[in-house]
């Protein structure tokens, strides 16, 4: 069965400062999602990583994705506000055209 | 339509009423997918068509859920005889496999329902 962790589940981030969300996952898979979803609202995109080191970054943002240690990261690079909002990451069970297995998000909060 | 359309955005049943959920996905996108998310949770699968078929309904947690895409396009979430433990939001997903990298889901945004 495919298990995702996601840590911390909350946290409270000064404006400006650097923080990373990491998701763990417990078999292999063919690619991870990171979701940011706002309160009341639905899952929007933010990158989908395919392979073994891959790394995007939008804005602020940058996710990276190690296959071998089953392990993605979502850094944070000086926060705002705007930023404030729960992530999720998602992995995708093998061979299965996009059923997904969600971590339990993790809450942002960025303070002034 | 340009995504993935849900209906109603708001439910409240009484409990043991029936309820329908309506999901219109992105036009021609093969797969489409059920999710429930609970208050301060992740969603959770609860079952996947491709097309008219229903492949995968392992994460349904009762009997009393029921899905159908008769014509391989909108599908309907039923639940029977509603209880408490079903409210939640349910979102529908949709995506078009095929090419190695156009297989992501696209979410709509969801109906929540409250059972009184």
């Known amino acids: 069965e495919l298990k995702v962790e996601q840590n911390p589940l909350f946290l409270s981030m000064q404006e400006g400062k650097n923080y990373t969300i990491y998701c763990n996952y417990s078999t292999t898979s063919d690619r991870l999602y990171w979701y940011r979803q706002d309160p009341g609202k639905s899952l929007e995109s933010l990158f989908v990583?395919?392979?073994?080191?891959a790394v995007k970054q939008e804005g602020r943002l940058m996710a990276s994705l190690d296959t071998k240690a089953r392990l993605s990261t979502l850094h944070i690079t000086a926060a705002v506000h705007d930023l404030s909002a729960t992530y999720f990451c998602?992995?995708?069970?093998?061979?299965?055209?996009?059923?997904?297995?969600f971590g339990t998000g993790t809450r942002l909060q960025v303070t002034l | 339509g340009a995504g993935v359309s849900q209906s109603p955005r708001y439910k409240v049943a009484k409990r043991g009423q029936d309820v329908a959920l309506r999901c219109d996905p992105i036009s021609g996108h093969v797969s489409l997918f059920w999710y429930q998310q609970a208050l301060g949770q992740g969603p959770e699968f609860l079952t996947y068509?491709?097309?008219?078929?229903?492949?995968?309904k392992s994460g349904l947690p009762s009997d009393r859920f029921f899905a159908e895409r008769p014509e391989g396009s909108v599908s309907t979430l039923k639940i029977q005889r509603t209880q408490q433990e079903d409210s939640a939001v349910y979102l529908c997903?949709?995506?078009?496999?095929?090419?190695?990298?156009?297989?992501?889901?696209?979410f709509g945004q969801g109906t929540r329902l409250t059972v009184v």
């Open positions: 990583l395919l392979s073994n080191g």
């Open positions: 068509f491709q097309n008219e078929a229903q492949l995968d």
């Open positions: 998602a992995v995708e069970h093998t061979g299965t055209a996009s059923k997904l297995t």
């Open positions: 997903a949709s995506s078009q496999p095929g090419t190695f990298m156009n297989t992501e889901a696209f």
